[in-house]
């Protein structure tokens, strides 16, 4: 089954997202910062990240440079899902690798259609 990692440090978000992610039959691991998302990264197979910009102890763009700097999440597909509406964020995103920019609320259309985009390109890792 595709796993999906939410990073966000807002319940109500992790919960809209994880109900549209479920509904459309993917399993969702969730964690509130870049912290404990990079620790879950070490415990379950991860096929695509959702990550807000804004957290404690380790915002998401600092979560990305490290995602990107492991050579065994490296590839993982990056969407970010933020409320921020600031180019400079969307910029700074796409200058650490990030693969998609989303704000908050976000459409679960939208959603849906991006992790489906990404994930076309992508193996999906097995679960064992």
Same mark, same amino acid.
């Given at each position: 089954?595709?796993?999906?990692?939410?990073v966000?440090?807002?319940?109500p978000?992790?919960?809209l997202m994880s109900?549209?992610?479920e509904?459309h039959?993917?399993?969702? &691991? $969730?964690?509130?910062?870049? %912290? !404990?998302?990079l620790?879950?990264?070490?415990?379950?197979? @991860?096929d695509?990240? #959702? +990550?807000?910009?804004?957290?404690?102890r380790?915002?998401?763009?600092?979560?990305v440079?490290?995602?990107?700097?492991?050579?065994r999440?490296?590839?993982?597909?990056?969407?970010v &899902? $933020?409320?921020s509406?600031? %180019? !400079?964020?969307?910029?700074?995103?796409?200058?650490?690798? @990030?693969n998609?920019? #989303? +704000?908050?609320p976000v459409?679960?259309?939208?959603?849906?259609?991006?992790?489906?985009?990404l994930?076309?390109h992508?193996?999906?890792r097995s679960?064992?």
């Open positions: 089954m595709t796993t999906i990692m939410i966000d440090d807002y319940i978000s992790h919960r109900f549209v992610l509904q039959g993917y399993a969702v &691991v $969730t964690a509130l910062d870049g %912290e !404990q998302a620790q879950r990264l070490d415990l379950f197979p @991860v695509l990240v #959702l +990550t807000d910009l804004t957290m404690p380790m915002d998401g763009i600092e979560l440079r490290a995602i990107r700097a492991n050579a999440h490296a590839g993982l597909p990056v969407i &899902v $933020t409320g509406v600031k %180019e !400079q964020d969307e910029v700074k995103a796409a200058g650490v690798g @990030v998609a920019f #989303l +704000t908050k459409d679960s259309d939208d959603l849906i259609s991006e992790v489906q985009r994930l076309r992508v193996p999906a679960s064992a």
